[in-house]
């Protein structure tokens, strides 16, 4: 329980710490429009998280898609609100986890293969 609620206050430092250069002006993150890269980069996750974020719909982004060799490359832009919505949303959903699923661990739980 010690180590989520760390974990927690360490998310909302950093959100509260980023909220505030916004604000400020003082922080080169202010940019509206950011890349994968960038969002990946001051998330300190791997471009690959991001994506995955983007198609499973849980982080908004923008679609750009221009052509190259073979077929169309997917290139994708997130607006500064939508990271920071994602953000927020984030935390809430840690705040309320959901109830009721709990799944047992397959050492613990007694099974009959028999019938």
Known sequence: MYIWTQRVAETLHRIEEHLAAIRNGSSTTARE???IQDVADELQVSRDTIERLIASGRLKAAEIRTPS???HR???RIRREWLEDFLLQSV???YHPKQGRHRS???TAQR???G
């Open 112 to 114: 009959d293969f028999i």
């Open 74 to 76: 997917h290139r994708y």
């Open 105 to 107: 661990s397959f050492r």
């Open 69 to 71: 060799g073979r077929g």
């Open 33 to 35: 429009w950011l890349t």
């Open 92 to 94: 809430a959903l840690q």
